[in-house]
């Protein structure tokens, strides 16, 4: 089955090369490329390297090179009509009947991104001519620079019927294929002749992931309606699927980790001239599924940006709706709120790039902005208030098709809605104590028959002694840093250690534990290592220190991190066990007897762990 080259294309510019190649390699960025080991031939030292923006992968090992298609074609044995077809049913896209008619139409494509190309040059050329002015000053005037301008090729479509049509015509492109690349109008009338599109607007480029020009839009000077006027669907442009400036906010994305989503044109350009060139806009419509799936692939979580009065606040709420059907796991999104009455571009000019930091800060994630859209303007504070809550987070939570996110949703929202439902009970005291939960084992008792030293007796060591053993032991890494990584952790300091670490190790494949300590006292964690590596905290539990084996270390973490996890659960009985006795309801009984049966498991399998032996002397 013959398969055209605009369909291959398009199938390359859904589906990420990294995304696709991930399922099989474990691959770590570094600068423009992914790498990791090659799953073509054995190795020991990555050699092979994914080139998301020039779609090829290559192994400077054994020499294996190709496209998405030729990956997937290895790895699953399947032919190359079964790798497109499969590929592109990811992707959304239906496999095109191949026809003649077909044939014709994918060859006058070929020539569609000429067209736009040589637009954008006229346009561009017709901003420096003495009727582009107005245009020129209006951008000069919002603060838009001559490096920005050139940058994202800007222009100006005169005020004229025809002076882009004239133009194209002295370079031999016909009426007819400009009138396909969405540049020209035909009347409904067939004998009169098509006229230009865009007039009097100053006018911004649209590209695709490859930079390629595909549409255009062109924002009104002076009065008029409509004030921004976007490029119709095209065979080289689908406004749910691209986003402005996105080519370039995916290598920014790079060093950001994220992409940053804002509503216009202008406000784009002013992030970026800020310097936040991860910045990119919808194309005149709400957030498609589409376009989060498009920024799904290059980073997890992209950030919303929303203005703070009640239609932005709807706006927010349509997106994060809008978004739960598609959720994945480790794939997300976050939401912050500008200022009232502010747009990024107005908030930069006002108080400088420091103000969109501070915004950025306080991003929230998409689970808060479910409950705050079904907690907002209901009261919490009889049964009847949480049922219709609980009824009304169970109808969101339904709408996610993932069953793993739907289900720590489920939780998410159980937990959270106890608290809140506690917080608003009228006249409740501030009783102190609670019956304990009497078949719990001491900390101590744990700690003992499992090697970890008696004196770890504080969540704080428990958490401090889960990150040196892997500081001591970074060839753990692959084992034990995707747990480490999902724990919750009290203390902020100790916190951002561990993401340091974690951060390092991902992106240093091989690094010994002296370099990672080196590292780790440049950055700022001197003091806090000198506590982290003291005797204080290594004589608790000898398995982390650095000449220990890794087998041992990797028991003695596997068994404090046992230890951590049940006294979170023992402190979560104590709460309930309060609550239950200050205010006893059917549901906290239920809630302490989930709380009791998930003790026992953990108690049940603490009795098959092996004794790795007591802490050494120092």
């Known amino acids: 089955m013959a398969f055209s080259p605009r369909f291959l294309d398009e199938v390359k510019n859904r589906i990420g090369l990294a995304e696709v190649v991930g399922r099989r390699v474990r691959l770590v960025k570094k600068g423009r490329e992914h790498s990791g080991l090659c799953p073509f031939h054995n190795e020991k ?44 049913n990811e992707a959304g896209m239906e496999i095109p009947v191949e026809t003649p008619e077909e044939r014709q139409r994918q060859e006058r494509a070929k020539g569609l991104y000429d067209v736009m190309e040589a637009a954008s040059s006229y346009y561009e050329k017709q901003l420096r001519m003495p009727e582009g002015k107005g245009a020129l000053d209006y951008l000069l005037n919002r603060g838009i620079t001559e490096s920005s301008i050139k940058h994202f090729k800007i222009g100006f479509a005169a005020d004229s019927r025809g002076g882009l049509k004239a133009a194209m015509a002295r370079e031999n492109i016909s009426d007819q294929l400009m009138v396909e690349a969405g540049l ?5 009338d067939p004998s009169r002749s098509p006229y230009d599109r865009f007039r009097g607007r100053v006018m911004f480029p649209i590209t695709d992931r490859r930079g390629r020009i595909i549409a255009f839009g062109g924002r009104i000077l002076g009065e008029g309606e409509p004030k921004y006027l976007n490029s119709p669907e095209t065979p080289l442009f689908h406004k749910g699927y691209n986003l ?32 936040f060139k991860h910045a990119v806009a919808p194309l005149g419509t709400a957030l498609t599924e589409d376009q989060i799936k498009l920024m799904w692939r290059a980073v997890p979580e992209p950030v919303l940006c929303f203005d703070g009065d009640t239609a932005g606040q709807r706006a927010a709420g349509r997106a994060a709706e809008r978004t739960l059907p598609i959720l994945q796991p480790e794939k997300s999104l976050s939401f912050v709120t500008l200022p009232e009455g ?38 919490l504070t009889t049964p009847e208030d949480r049922a219709g809550l609980e009824k009304r987070l169970s109808v969101a939570t339904q709408r996610i098709t993932d069953e793993t996110v739907q289900k720590y949703y489920l939780s998410s929202f159980k937990s959270r809605l106890w608290d809140e439902f506690r917080k608003n009970q009228p ?3 501030a009783k102190q104590g609670g019956v304990r939960y009497g078949r719990q084992e001491s900390s101590v008792q744990m700690a003992e028959k499992s090697g970890v030293s008696a004196q770890i007796d504080t969540i704080w060591t428990q958490q401090a002694i889960l990150v040196a053993t892997l500081i001591n032991h970074p060839e753990l890494f692959d084992t034990i840093g995707e747990q480490l ?24 494949s091989g690094l010994e534990f002296q370099a990672l300590q080196d590292h780790l006292i440049n950055t700022g964690f001197s003091e806090l290592m000198n506590g982290l590596l003291s005797r204080q905290v290594i004589n608790h539990a000898h398995f982390a220190r650095p000449d220990e084996h890794s087998d041992v270390a990797r028991k003695g973490w596997e ?4 230890l951590f996890r049940r006294n979170q659960l023992l402190e979560e009985i104590r709460v309930v066990e309060e ?40």
């Open 427 to 429: 006249n409740r005291g």
């Open 45 to 88: 030292t990555p050699s092979f390297t994914v080139n998301e923006d020039k779609g090829f992968y290559h192994c400077f090992g054994c020499g294996e090179h190709g496209s998405v298609f030729d990956f997937v074609m290895k790895t699953d044995n399947l032919s190359f009509p079964e790798a497109v077809e499969r590929l592109a």
């Open 184 to 188: 020209l109008i035909q009347p409904d």
């Open 342 to 379: 502010e747009d990024p571009d107005s908030l930069i000019k006002a108080k400088g790039a420091q103000a969109i930091e501070e915004v950025l800060a306080q991003a929230v994630p998409l689970s808060e902005i479910i409950w705050r859209l079904e907690t907002h303007g209901h009261r």
């Open 579 to 618: 609550e239950l006795a200050e205010n006893p309801t059917q549901e906290a009984f239920e809630m302490l007897k989930a709380l009791k049966q998930s003790a026992t498991v953990q108690e049940d399998a603490e009795a098959d762990v092996t004794n790795f032996g007591s802490a050494k002397s120092a």
């Open 559 to 562: 068994q404090t991190l046992r």
């Open 485 to 508: 990584g999902s724990l919750e952790f009290s203390a902020s300091e100790l916190d951002k250690l561990r993401q340091e670490v974690l951060k390092t190790l991902a992106s240093s």
């Open 244 to 275: 402005y400036a996105f080519r370039q906010a995916v290598e920014a994305a790079r060093q950001t980790g994220t992409i940053l989503v804002t509503e216009g044109y202008t406000d784009v350009i002013a992030l970026h001239q800020a310097g």
